[in-house]
T-cell receptor
Framework: DAMVIQNPRYQVTQFGKPVTLSCSQT?????MYWYQQKSSQAPKLLFH???????NEADTPDNFQSRRPNTSFCFLDIRSPGLGDAAMYLC??????????????FGNGTRLTVT | KNQVEQSPQSLIILEGKNCTLQ??????????LRWYKQDTGRGPVSLTI?????NTKSNGRYTATLDADTKQSSLHITASQLSDSASYIC??????????????FGKGTKLSVKP
C-alpha cells in the first residue's frame, strides 16, 4: 500500500563521498518535496518540484541538488556530505502546492549516516 | 515572523487515558492547519487538515480543534492506545495567493503511552 517509496531506508556514506537518495511515487502527484529532519527537530524543506519546475529554498546549501527525470521519480544528490548532513531525509508529494488543502504524503525516509 | 509553537514538548500518559496537545501559531496570511503523526523512524502521516472556517475535525479517536481568532489549535486523543506513541506535528500553511504556499512546521510533541 506504500505510495511514496524511499530507498534505501538507511544509507552510510563517507565524509566527502557523493551520495544519492531516491524517491518514487505511485500517486501521480504534481509536487515532490525533499525535507531534512534532524533529531527532535521539525522537518526543513530543502526544495520542491512542481512538475518539472524546480524550486530551491533560499537557505539550502549548494551541496544539495535534486533531479526529477519523470513524474514518478525524484532524487536527492549530496555532492560532498559533511558530518552535519547526517539526518533523516524525507520525500513527500502533494497534488497541489502547500497552500491548498491537499495533504502531504510522506515516504518513510532515508536515514543518512556520514562517517 | 511565521512561527508554530507546540506544547508540551513531551508527554507520558497511561493507556486508556485521554490527552490534549496544543499548537499556537503566528502565521499570516493563514491558509490551513494540519496535524501529522510521526512514528519513530517513519515519515509523518496526515491526521487532519482544517481551513479557516472549520472549528473541529475528527479522525477516529483523534479530534482537532481550531480557533482562528486566538490562533490556537489542539489535538485531543481519546482512550489512548500503545500505538498512539509517536510525535505529533502541527503544520500551518501560509497563503501567498494562487498556487504558491509555504508550510511552517512545529517541532512536535512526543507522546509516550505506557501500559
Amino acid at each position: 500500500d506504500a505510495m511514496v517509496i524511499q530507498n534505501p531506508r538507511y544509507q552510510v556514506t563517507q565524509f566527502g563521498k557523493p551520495v544519492t537518495l531516491s524517491c518514487s511515487q505511485t500517486l501521480n502527484h504534481n509536487v515532490m518535496y525533499w525535507y531534512q529532519q534532524k533529531s527532535s527537530q521539525a522537518p526543513k524543506l530543502l526544495f520542491h518540484y512542481y512538475d518539472k519546475d524546480f524550486n530551491n529554498e533560499a537557505d539550502t546549501p549548494d551541496n544539495f541538488q535534486s533531479r526529477r527525470p519523470n513524474t514518478s521519480f525524484c532524487f536527492l544528490d549530496i555532492r560532498s556530505p559533511g558530518l552535519g548532513d547526517a539526518a533523516m531525509y524525507l520525500c513527500a508529494t502533494s497534488r497541489d502546492r502547500g497552500a491548498r488543502s491537499t495533504p502531504l504524503h510522506f515516504g518513510n525516509g532515508t536515514r543518512l549516516t556520514v562517517t | 515572523k511565521n512561527q508554530v509553537e507546540q506544547s508540551p514538548q513531551s508527554l507520558i500518559i497511561l493507556e486508556g487515558k485521554n490527552c490534549t496537545l496544543q499548537c499556537n501559531y503566528t502565521v499570516s496570511p493563514f491558509s490551513n492547519l494540519r496535524w501529522y503523526k510521526q512514528d519513530t523512524g517513519r515519515g509523518p502521516v496526515s491526521l487532519t487538515i482544517m481551513t479557516f472556517s472549520e472549528n473541529t475535525k475528527s479522525n477516529g479517536r483523534y479530534t482537532a480543534t481550531l480557533d482562528a481568532d486566538t490562533k490556537q489549535s489542539s489535538l485531543h486523543i481519546t482512550a489512548s492506545q500503545l500505538s498512539d506513541s509517536a510525535s505529533y506535528i502541527c503544520v500551518v500553511s501560509v497563503n501567498y495567493g494562487g498556487s504558491q504556499g509555504n508550510l511552517i512546521f512545529g517541532k512536535g510533541t512526543k507522546l509516550s503511552v505506557k501500559p
